[in-house]
Each structure stands twice: as structure tokens, then as C-alpha cells.
Nanobody, 122 residues
Framework: QVQLVESGGGLVQAGGSLRISCAAS????????IGWFRQAPGKEREFVAV????????YYGNSVKGRFTISGDASKNTMYLEMDSLKPEDTAVYYC???????????????WGQGTRVTVSS
């Protein structure tokens, strides 16, 4: 069993930066990859990024590549998503999730957090 709690969402102006966090807990958390997904109002959930705790097998969705960076602190069991050059279309609820592999498909993820809202104003 893995528990995930996101934090750090908020309101930011276009062009700005924000870092959100995913605190993971559970006896087997180190065996999971942590992914970030987002869901904008009226849209389907979209893959953002995934990484292992050692930084290997890191992948990004096309819409965020070059602007977002995923990184983890294994000592704190926390995965971060640094978001730079934010655009209004990045506005969404951001979820972290745990999977046994570095997948971009939400069906591969076994555990989900409750989400944190990010709003980018123009």
C-alpha cells in the first residue's frame, strides 16, 4: 500500500514558475515509479512526467517537455515537479501516482493522490 499527498499548488502568472510536491509513504514506496498527471476542466487526464527515485527512466509529455522537470528526494520520499515558463493552458489539477513501471498511461498506476490545483493567469 502506498499513500500519496500532493502539495504546493496555487495561482501563478503566465511565464512564472511553481514547484509542486508529492509526499509518498508506505513500506514498498521505493519500488514504485512516481508519475505526474493533470486534468483541466472538461478535458481528459493527461500524462505530464514520470521518474524513478534514482532519476533513471525519466519521461515527459510532449506539452511540457523543456519546461517542466521531475526530480525526487529518496531520503524524504518526495517527488517534485518544477514547472517553468507556465502558460494558461497549464491550468489543471495535478495528480501524482505510483506505478511499477515508468508508464505514460494512467491505467498502469496503482495508487493516486488527491490532487493539487494549479492556476496560471494570463
Amino acid at each position: 500500500q502506498v499513500q500519496l499527498v500532493e502539495s504546493g499548488g496555487g495561482l501563478v502568472q503566465a511565464g512564472g514558475s511553481l514547484r509542486i510536491s508529492c509526499a509518498a509513504s508506505g513500506r514498498t514506496v521505493s519500488t514504485y515509479f512516481i508519475g505526474w498527471f493533470r486534468q483541466a476542466p472538461g478535458k481528459e487526464r493527461e500524462f505530464v512526467a514520470v521518474s524513478g527515485w534514482s532519476g533513471v527512466s525519466t519521461y515527459y509529455g510532449n506539452s511540457v517537455k523543456g519546461r517542466f522537470t521531475i526530480s525526487g528526494d529518496a531520503s524524504k520520499n518526495t517527488m517534485y515537479l518544477e514547472m517553468d515558463s507556465l502558460k494558461p493552458e497549464d491550468t489543471a489539477v495535478y495528480y501524482c501516482a505510483a506505478s511499477k513501471g515508468p508508464s505514460g498511461h494512467e491505467s498502469s498506476y496503482d495508487y493516486w493522490g488527491q490532487g493539487t490545483r494549479v492556476t496560471v493567469s494570463s
